[in-house]
């Protein structure tokens, strides 16, 4: 009789995902769960704290049983041009709160609150995820609206796979076809180096920082069979790449882009195709192709591949007299900074954007 009550006295504590035990455990509760991301795997966590050295920080909430009801990944994201920030996840599209009760969800959002309090840490961030509600949900800023996410099931076969995509654009995609393109995929040194060079150049371009390189080999480290690499070539020459997760059976395009020639030869287009059917072969049933600003290039690209806009929640929480802190690229502040960035130098902008992107989180 005492069973229901006793399961339902949730506490929350911090882990230490140094410990392979409470790593192993976390891990295995996150991958059963359906509404789990990559963003919430201790692999993330992990990668990120390698690769930009912003602390990973989990909170686990557990009834008096020991059972786990819910899991926050964050990471506290500290920069002297963006200030500081408690963000789950931390440089992720997604991640926040993973519980199985409104009373783990409200104890988790308390527990990084009061965390962030007591590190002088003025923003939360929860970038999807389950959020507190109704009096519990006092201080919390719940935005929707301003991004979506894409996402839909791969199809049969690649013939298929072609026929799925409206027919704009799958004409772009048979043109790059007959461009004699070549795909490589994997996981070792040569493709992160290809990946990088290609990356850094198209962030450049777009007139923003490049992540540092670590991060995309931390990735691939942590991740294993969970993540690889899709490059194309063209004549020996890599011209477009992506660095995609998987996860339960679905594929994300996470970092990725092509160099000024891709466009010409329609790089990008063969590679998303081409990755269509990779993981199909790799087991996977569906095709996460990531959150977009509503309304922006990458909002109508998606769109135009026939995937459907559903909207994204995120919830920020900033202490009284703070400004919540504005990363988005998109920001009319960054404008002109944008403009510089897009003449800079390849070599200079590669020396100088790790330093500022792994404060951005």
């Not at 912003?54 to 926050?72: D, K, M, P, T, Y």
């Not at 020459?237 to 092509?258: C, E, F, T």
Request: proline share 6%.
């Amino acid at each position: 009789m005492n069973m229901p009550m006793i399961r339902s006295r949730i506490q929350v504590r911090e882990i230490d995902l140094h410990d392979a035990n409470e790593f192993a455990r976390i891990d295995a509760w996150i991958l059963a769960h359906e509404d789990s991301t990559p963003f919430h795997r201790p692999q993330w966590q992990m990668a990120i704290e390698r690769a930009t050295g912003q602390q990973a920080v989990c909170f686990v909430a557990e009834n008096a049983l020991g059972e786990i009801s819910g899991v926050l990944p964050m990471h506290l994201v500290h920069s002297p041009i963006f200030g500081r920030a408690l963000v789950s996840s931390g440089f992720a599209v997604g991640g926040g709160i993973l519980s199985e009760s409104p009373t783990a969800t409200r104890r988790l959002a308390e527990a990084a609150w009061d965390f962030a309090e007591r590190h002088s840490c003025p923003t939360v961030e929860l970038r999807g995820g389950d959020f507190p509600a109704g009096k519990y949900a006092t201080g919390w800023q719940i935005k929707r609206g301003a991004h979506a996410n894409f996402a839909r099931k791969l199809t049969e076969d690649d013939e298929a796979e072609l026929l799925a995509i409206p027919r704009k654009q799958r004409a772009e995609v048979r043109k790059g076809l007959k461009n004699e393109l070549t795909i490589e995929t994997g996981n070792s040194a040569r493709d992160i180096d290809w990946h990088y060079a290609i990356y850094s150049e198209s962030v450049r371009n777009l007139g923003t920082p490049v992540f540092p390189k670590a991060l995309m080999a931390e990735t691939i480290a942590a991740f294993g069979e969970d993540a690889d690499i899709l490059t194309v070539l063209s004549d020996g020459k890599p011209v477009a790449s992506v660095l995609s997760l998987y996860h339960k059976g679905i594929v994300m395009p996470y970092w990725g882009g092509g160099i000024w020639d891709a466009r010409r030869l329609r790089a990008n287009d063969v590679m998303y195709y081409s990755l269509m059917n990779h993981a199909r072969e790799k087991g996977c049933h569906s095709f996460d192709f990531g959150r977009s600003k509503v309304d922006s290039g990458a909002y109508f690209f998606k769109k135009n591949w026939g995937f459907e806009p559903e909207p994204l929640s995120y919830a920020v929480r900033t202490a009284d007299g703070s400004e919540p802190r504005d990363v988005n690229p998109n920001s009319p502040k960054y404008r002109a900074q944008i403009a510089v960035w897009q003449k800079l130098p390849l070599s200079i902008a590669n020396r100088i954007g790790p330093w500022i992107a792994k404060g951005i989180g």
